[in-house]
Nanobody
Framework: QVQLAESGGGLVQAGDSLRLSCAASTRTFSNYNMGWFRQAPGKEREFVATIRWSGSSTYYADSVKGRFTISRDNAKNTVYLQMNSLKSEDTAVYYC?????????????????WGQGTQVTVSS
């Protein structure tokens, strides 16, 4: 069982930056592929970014490409989401997720474990 805890959310203005963190409670964090998803009010949860267990490969949703960066520190059991040039449409609850077996990193069904989420609100 892996527990994930997101942090770093908050209220920012459009154009600002924010870094989210997701700490994993497992000694084998380096075995897990990690992803970030988000859910805006009244909308379905959507894919944001994913990173392979080694950090060697990343993939982004088109809506965040060039503005967001996913990274990980396996020594700290933590995955990050650096968000720059934030827009009002980035307002959502952001979730991190983990899976051992790599399938399709952009699909929710690929992930076995989910965090509780952290709220990001971008005012325009």
């Amino acid at each position: 069982q892996v527990q994930l805890a997101e942090s770093g959310g908050g209220l920012v203005q459009a154009g600002d930056s924010l870094r989210l963190s997701c700490a994993a409670s497992t000694r084998t964090f380096s075995n897990y592929n990690m992803g970030w998803f988000r859910q805006a009010p009244g909308k379905e949860r959507e894919f944001v970014a994913t990173i392979r267990w080694s950090g060697s490969s990343t993939y982004y949703a088109d809506s965040v490409k060039g503005r967001f960066t996913i990274s990980r520190d396996n020594a700290k059991n933590t995955v990050y989401l650096q968000m720059n040039s934030l827009k009002s449409e980035d307002t959502a609850v952001y979730y991190c997720a983990a899976c051992e077996l790599w399938k399709d990193g952009s699909r929710e069904y690929s992930y076995d474990y989910w965090g509780q989420g952290t709220q990001v609100t971008v005012s325009s």
